[in-house]
């Protein structure tokens, strides 16, 4: 039997909170959750039986592929597609995050992210929201124009799972179906050297709008694969537009107040998140999941 449930605007664009009338279980109408999620683009479930154990579980009802898992986070549940949040906070002292869109810059970007709260921050560490279809709108015409001209080009570099032994030399290609990307495989250093053409900004086919969501006024120094940032034709992108971009995006910020046990369903390619900073003696302990591609039409 489908549970009944409450669903609250979290502002006057977009968000929604779903809690329980009732029933904490999670017999959903997964259909009508997804279009919910079109519509809002981020959805967080409050107050279900929703843990660790059952999160792969749930979240993959909405998924046809999970994305290849980042090794440099740890596993949880013995999951390879259920991993730690904060991989990088002993390297930075758990400092604020910059707002990107998860795995922008790479060959596969996720269509939905999830994070799930074990435990929240006691103080600090919210996660911030920006809705790209609202930062587009609100950017000056200038800019908009320098990015509809041509994609961002990123150079990335990514440490394969180590292979021992491994008895072939030199480079190989790179094979992939995603357009815009090419480069090749390091076979002795077991590494991958790649190169991302992608627009700045996503066509959001149900909203018939654009969502300005990329990785480009992200933290670099918090994602090591990307060694440079530019634009198709190899001109540095200005200063001044990085500047003007993130102010924009700090006008319409949201904050994200983690309560245990709340999950979190993010649509990557209209959103850009990322994390306030957090005390280093404060535990903090968000799950992430990554959808690849989801189980239902978009």
Known sequence: MEIKYNIKNINKNWGAVISPKDDKSLDFNY???????????????????????????????????????????????????????DYWSDLNNRNSMGLHSESSFSSVWPEIVWFFCNTPAKKGGETTLCDGVQLWKILPARIKLYFLKQPIKYSIEIQLPKIKNIKRKGNQEWITNTLGVSGYVDLEEQKAYLEVLRYAMYKVENLDSYAFTNHLIADNHNEPQIKNISMASGEAIPNEYIKIIKEKSFEIIYEHNWKKNDLLMIDNKRFMHGRKGFAKNSHRDLLTIQTERSAFKV
């Open 31 to 85: 259909k009508a959750i997804f279009k919910h999620f079109r519509k809002y683009g981020v959805l967080n479930f409050r107050d279900f039986n929703l843990s660790e154990s059952t999160l792969l579980e749930f979240s993959g009802f909405f998924t046809k592929r999970f994305a290849n898992p980042d090794n440099r986070r740890q596993k949880r549940m013995e999951s390879k597609f259920l991993l730690e949040a």
